[in-house]
């Protein structure tokens, strides 16, 4: 009898709800077409479950999300919780999770689908084969260091050690040896110390452990330019958590919207915590109209990264790919933010129609349950 897996679906706030609605209904429908079985369990997570609890992160939320496989969250945030002086806000939630969970790894990948070129601010011919991820690390920096706030100063301390550089220089590097084989990293080496230690750190892991993989160093403020005019030139990019943030929100506009682009958040074990790179989107929240497909292709990268099903993997990105091609030329199967006009429920019907249509999967259910367990820590 095939084991349950357990995702934990964390909708957050804003249009969170929306999108994991759509990626719990392609998740399900890759579980019915390849015979797995995902046991669903939501839990509260930022604004919504600050409302409902006065935390941003409830115990009950960070148990269900222990015993989960992965973890799949839609977005936290919004007006309603941005006063500066609010107790607790939404973020510090995912902060929290993140910490937590120790995924230190941030993959966000970029690859422009050919569809979706001409929507992008920059021109087609500098995008065209742009294929990049970028690692970000997760669970240091400033965003964790001690914080202070005075009335005339304020304090974010900024920290990084030997063992939290190596670990996610070594998630590059491995990730770089099944693609193209080059590593950027990006620090800011002429100004900050923490920097400086990167740069040394991530020398080292590749001199010691990675010498098939090429390495190059950039600085951060030439790296947001480069990004832009260059971006063809990058595979695997890794660097610190603020910069991250930051180059990660310029990358996505290689894609042509934030709308289309997940994410996943890995530690050293198989669980995982998967994330369309978008935010809340308070704006057009509750009105049917977000684009789904940034969560959807999480799901992707949560089969891949976290249940070792490939196969699953790649026909929900199949199935993408087949939806962003039909909206190319049909404004009505376009998502709003690449200026079409459909609905989260058309975009979502159309995946799920896209991935029904796909043909068989050449081995059985029943192999592809069996080929992929052994990999993955199951809990009954
Ligand atoms: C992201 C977001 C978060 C971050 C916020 C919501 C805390 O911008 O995942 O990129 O800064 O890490
Ligand atoms: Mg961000």
């Given at each position: 009898m095939p084991r349950e897996i357990r995702i934990t679906v ?13 990626a719990v209904a392609v998740l399900q429908a890759v579980g019915q077409r390849f015979g797995q079985t995902f046991r669903i369990e939501e ?21 269900a999300?222990?015993r989960a496989d992965a973890v799949l ?196 074990g198989p669980r995982g915590?998967y ?24 799901v992707a990268m949560l089969l891949r990264h976290s249940l070792s099903l490939h196969r699953e993997a790649e026909a929900v990105?199949?199935a ?32 799920l129609?896209?991935l029904t249509?796909a043909?068989s999967a050449t081995a059985s259910a029943k192999d592809t349950a069996e080929a992929a367990f052994p990999a993955v820590e199951l809990r009954d």
């Amino acid at each position: 009898m095939p084991r349950e897996i357990r995702i934990t679906v964390l909708p957050g706030d804003g249009i969170g709800p929306e999108v994991t609605a759509a990626a719990v209904a392609v998740l399900q429908a890759v579980g019915q077409r390849f015979g797995q079985t995902f046991r669903i369990e939501e839990a509260l997570i930022g604004g919504a479950a600050i409302d409902a609890t006065g935390q941003a992160l409830p115990p009950a939320t960070a148990e269900a999300c222990d015993r989960a496989d992965a973890v799949l969250l839609g977005a936290v945030g919004g007006p309603k919780w941005s006063d500066p002086k609010a107790p607790v806000r939404p973020e510090q939630g995912l902060l929290a999770l993140r910490k937590q969970l120790n995924v230190y790894a941030n993959l966000r990948p970029v690859k422009p689908h050919p569809a979706t070129l001409k929507h992008s601010a920059i021109k087609a011919e500098v995008l065209q084969g742009v294929d990049l991820v970028v690692v970000r690390e997760l669970t240091g920096g400033s965003y964790f260091g001690r914080k202070e706030r005075h009335a005339d100063r304020a304090v974010d301390v900024c920290e990084y050690s030997v063992a939290e550089i190596e670990r996610v220089a070594r998630h590059a590097f491995r990730l770089a040896r099944t693609r193209r084989g080059k590593v950027t990293s990006v620090d800011k080496a002429n100004v900050l110390e923490t920097s400086r230690l990167w740069r040394e750190t991530v020398s080292h892991v590749h001199r010691a452990e990675f010498p098939d993989v090429v390495l190059e160093h950039q600085l951060v403020d030439s790296m947001a330019m480069h990004l832009i005019s260059r971006p063809r030139d990058y595979d695997v990019v890794v660097t610190e958590n603020l910069f991250g943030d930051i180059l990660t929100d310029e990358a996505a506009m290689l894609a042509g919207s934030m709308g289309l682009l997940p994410s996943a958040a890995l530690g050293d074990g198989p669980r995982g915590l998967y994330e369309p790179i978008h935010g809340s989107a308070p704006d057009i929240a509750g009105q049917g109209i977000a684009n789904p497909i940034a969560a959807i292709l999480s799901v992707a990268m949560l089969l891949r990264h976290s249940l070792s099903l490939h196969r699953e993997a790649e026909a929900v990105e199949s199935a993408v790919s087949a939806v962003l091609a039909a909206g190319e030329s049909d404004t009505a199967q376009r998502a709003r933010d690449l200026g079409g006009t459909a609905t989260t429920a058309a975009l979502t019907s159309a995946v799920l129609a896209a991935l029904t249509a796909a043909p068989s999967a050449t081995a059985s259910a029943k192999d592809t349950a069996e080929a992929a367990f052994p990999a993955v820590e199951l809990r009954d």
